[in-house]
């Protein structure tokens, strides 16, 4: 009977491990300018000529999906327009833009929407999902900020 147990405990113990390996417990933390923060984000490589200039990505220690990001990319007029033909995206307006780019999950860095409000037009989701998705582009250099994140 205990080389039973033993070996249900073992086999407990080994189911947990592997899946809870993708877990916020074991994946989380934070990483900021990481090569793999685009993968994390969007699960598949990033582009060849799209420049990440910036990246931060945390996960917390949770049970539940819990994590946010922001991405600061080069200006890039195709990887613009395939953002825009591949989402609907409707692009909010004064105090609701302003909403937007102060309603990130977690602690925004320094880097991300440096300028004033007015200096980018800010896009969200037309349709559902709604949630934290933004997208802000700086009108001036058509540099792309985008962040999401979930609670």
């Given at each position: 009977m205990n080389a039973i147990l033993r070996t249900l405990t073992a086999a407990g113990a080994l189911w947990l491990v592997l899946n809870c390996a993708g877990c916020g417990y074991v994946a989380s933390g934070t990483w900021e300018d990481d090569a793999e923060?685009?993968?994390?984000?969007?699960?598949?490589?990033?582009?060849?000529?799209?420049?990440?200039?910036?990246?931060?990505?945390?996960?917390?220690?949770?049970?539940?999906?819990?994590?946010?990001?922001?991405?600061?990319?080069?200006?890039?007029?195709?990887?613009?327009?395939?953002?825009?033909?591949?989402?609907?995206?409707?692009?909010?307006?004064g105090a609701e833009a302003a909403a937007a780019l102060s309603n990130t999950v977690g602690t925004e860095p320094a880097w991300f929407t440096p300028l004033s409000d007015e200096q980018y037009s800010v896009w969200i989701y037309a349709t559902e999902p709604k949630g934290n998705f933004m997208v802000a582009i700086e009108r001036e250099t058509r540099t792309l900020f985008l962040s999401d994140g979930q609670k």
């Open positions: 923060n685009w993968s994390r984000v969007f699960g598949f490589e990033q582009p060849p000529g799209v420049v990440l200039v910036h990246s931060k990505y945390w996960r917390a220690p949770h049970w539940t999906y819990e994590a946010g990001w922001f991405l600061q990319i080069a200006p890039n007029a195709d990887f613009e327009r395939r953002l825009f033909e591949l989402n609907e995206l409707v692009e909010l307006q």
